[in-house]
């Protein structure tokens, strides 16, 4: 199954083709910075595989958060939003969420 799925002016890619989808965005909507948000298990298990996969990433700003609910909180929202802000996050970044529910929503 692949999928590319927009939600407002959100694309989400699903499937076995998201790196390619994910390229492919990249090329075509060069982003001025990427910011990547893990938590720690997809930053030793997915990062790797994804930095290889998508050379374009490989100077991405990776934020990193604890897994679990645990970082459900508006302190780390404050936290993430406070290192994109002082990183110069801009309308033409990009946010790559890489893990599942805490990471999306995070990062949503």
Not at 56 to 69: A, L, N
Request: aromatic content about 6%; glycine content about 6%; proline content about 4%.
């Amino acid at each position: 199954m692949s999928k590319k799925l927009s939600l407002y002016n959100s694309d989400i890619f699903i499937g076995n083709n998201s790196i390619d989808y994910l390229t492919s965005y990249i090329k075509e909507n060069p982003p001025t910075k990427i910011f990547i948000l893990v938590d720690s298990n997809t930053k030793a298990k997915c990062l790797p595989f994804l930095m290889q996969s998508v050379s374009v990433i490989k100077d991405s700003f990776v934020i990193e958060v604890t897994p679990g609910e645990i970082s459900k909180s508006i302190d780390e929202v404050q936290k993430i939003c406070n290192l994109l802000l002082h990183h110069e996050i801009d309308r033409r970044s990009l946010i790559i969420n890489l893990g599942g529910g805490v990471i999306c929503d995070l990062g949503g």
